[in-house]
């Protein structure tokens, strides 16, 4: 399978739309604890946002013929491992992918305290992300 460059830009630009969402929330962690539809609307676009960044990451590693991941969440390793994101952010975006199993399938055990918390650093790996493999993209000059 090839790289569908297209469909990877169209990915970013989502994820960056995400991204510029959920930056433009104005909450209090008060807000956040006590507003079901504020916890759902940033649960939502948070999950979404790891849903992005997964897609880009499987489309690649396939595009690439590479190593396929036994999960979600270890398809930034093999990313990390062909030096196309940092190990430190692949291990960021593995403990992103337990927010959203956490956040699809255990709903209720949700700590908003603590989303509230992480979610500013979630947000910086994500668009630690979108260079990343924009950068990548430039580099090899995937078109």
Do not use: C, W
């Not at 590479?66 to 270890?74: D, G």
């Amino acid at each position: 399978m090839a790289i569908n460059h297209q469909l990877l830009v169209q990915k970013i630009s989502q994820l960056g739309e995400i991204i510029r969402r959920i930056e433009n929330m104005d909450f209090t962690l008060e807000e956040l604890e006590n507003i079901s539809d504020l916890q759902d609307l940033l649960t939502f676009r948070l999950i979404q946002g790891v849903e992005i960044a997964i897609d880009i990451a499987t489309h690649l590693i396939a595009g690439l013929g590479l190593k396929v991941p036994e999960s979600a969440a270890s398809s930034f390793d093999v990313l990390a491992q062909e030096k196309i994101i940092s190990k430190k952010l692949a291990k960021s975006l593995r403990q992103a992918v337990g927010f959203r199993n956490l956040a699809v399938h255990r709903y209720a055990d949700l700590d908003f305290r603590l989303v509230y918390h992480d979610y500013h650093q979630d947000l910086n790996d994500l668009r630690q992300f979108v260079t990343a493999i924009s950068q990548y993209l430039e580099k090899e000059k995937i078109t």
